[in-house]
């Protein structure tokens, strides 16, 4: 579960401050789909950054199953990523002068998991995402839409609890994009996984759970689905 | 993310810049490579200076003598003139010029010699013997040196007893058998050979001549008296390639042969009964501290000593003085691949940006982000090392048989001797001036800001 209270977070000093995020507050629910969805510059982006422990609050709380992730130390909030977090990213990021198993190993090798099933283990994630016969290719040489599933490999190799895709299909054609999202879903359900979507596309958006819509630093609206399934039965 | 990884992780993305790692790592390698050519110069010339020191000299014999040259090793006399002293009298170095220097006498050897821990003491003649020749041959000219049993010579041919030569045998270098007409070292042996000795003009032989009523006229100059003596050849002594003797090998009388060719030489002269120096032979004195000791004991007697420590010591100094001057020039290289060094980190820290970002965002602790930058430089330094290091190997193995031919330097020496520790010291050293090198750069890296790093334009 992630639980926001208070958060807000400036930047800049004195006159020239910008607050990008201002008191929010917000729970979500382990396992469900969460879109963030607004314009650029709304503070989307900056929500997710905190939420993973890429970026610091400038106040308030985020407690993420339990564990008040804004009170840790630099060390322990890496720790925190390694063990919990996983990110796909607009770019993909996939490294081009490495093989799919390399880049996959990537999250492996951070955790410390042991040589030997780290081939394993990343296999399994590339069979996945329909990529084993890829494992020993140079990702330079795969097409946009299999970088990204390369990367939803990296994502979900080290079983994260939460899984953060930030404009997963920004930079895919239609088919390519949907086979992506077709993807992050079923790892959201197979490994209950909690997937947080940030997005200005709102058919992508509207196929999650909870769609939470931002502006100017504020939340302006959430909607959720289940919630509104569970009050017409 | 373990050590391991990272050393692995780090080989790879040099193994992605090939070019630029290898012409990084060659500036390093110059230094590597002079760096361990004179270190296995230095080795060479060291063990050199270590045989020709226990060729010429006995290791537990002392030079002892009056004069404060004796412990000068440098080789440069005293710059400022000294006061005459009447008593000592005028020693002439030929076309150096005369000088004053004070001896040591027969009366100071005996003292020496009664001294418990002094075994044996063997003046050093200066015995200027005119020729050597047998019957029905040509002259040749010769050196002498009194045997010293501490220090046996390698011989061709006869053997040596274990104290002193018997009176009247020698040992004749190698170099004398053929032209003397002996068929082999062998044949010489228990043969005689004649050596004849001049007296110097002395009072005595001046006054005579004035007595006599003669003065300067062609075919009227006096006669020096000349001694001839038969010798018995006790053995051959095989040419070394380490002697420091000027004029060849030289022939070994035992000590009261020589004592007695001097005495002759010398009679009536200031010299008589003087010696420039005498070897002191003390119990036990190859180890460094018995040979001190005596050396204190000696000194507070009023004499001056030289062990052969002291003289090895010397002669290394003229080395290290000149394998200094080329490792400055060697480091001052490094110090110039160091910025080599840390003008490529940085620039693969900035390739590598979004990388870097990725790798911290995962979750990869600022400190392994800057063990991957280091251990990245330390490969580099491992390269230049190990390229430097195999080059000046594979010099050395080429041009040591040419060295030890135009050095003359005897079958099996080497001038370029490496030693396996110290490349293994050299390259490792090498290693860690590249990971300090890396260590801004790296900081760099390990500062960099993850979202930063990741913002797509």
Redo the contacts between chains.
Sequence with gaps: MIELAHVSKIYGKKQNQFAALEAINLTIESGRSVAIVGKSGSGKSTLM?VMSG??RVSGGTITIDGQDISKLK??AL??????K?G?I???F?V?A??TCLQNVM??L????TPRSERRRLALEALEQVELADKANAKAGNLSGGQKQRLAVARAIVSKPSIIFADEPTGNLDTATGGKVEELLFEFNNKLSSTLIIVTHDTDLAKKCDVQIYIQDGKIIKINDLAKKKGAKS | ??ML?IIA?AG?SLR?AKARTLLTSLAIAVGAFTLTLTLAAGNGISAYVDRLVQSNFDPAELIVGRDKEVENTTGAPDSTPKEYDESIGNLSLGGQGSMQLKQITDEDIRIIEQLDYVDRVRPNYQINADYITRPDKKRYTLSVQSYNPGQKPELSAGSLPSSDLAKGSIVLPASYVRILGFKSAQDAIGNTVDIAAQQSLNEAAVREFIANGLSAQPGNTPEPKRKVTTYKIAAISKPSVTSLATVGMPVLLSSNDANEMYDFISAGTQQYGKYLYAFVRVNGAENKAVANDAKKKLKSMGFTVMTSQDLQASLQTIVNVLQSLVVVFAIITIIASIFGIVNTMYISVLERT??I??????????SSIAWLFRIEAAWIGLLGGLIGAIFAILLSLAVNPLLTKQLSLGEGNTILMHDPLQIAGLILGLILVAILAGWLPARKAAKLD??EA?R?E
Excluded: V
């Excluded at chain 1, 090798?109 to 410390?112: A, L």
């Excluded at chain 2, 990725?358 to 990869?364: E, H, N, Q, R, Y």
């Design positions: 950054h890429l970026d630099n060390t890496d720790q925190f990523r390694t063990d977090i990110f990213f607009q770019s990021f490294q002068n490495e990537l999250p090798e951070i955790n410390k | 993310m373990k990884d992780r790879r992605g979004r990388e970002g990725l790798m911290k965002a995962l979750g990869t602790r600022s993850p979202i990741l797509t």
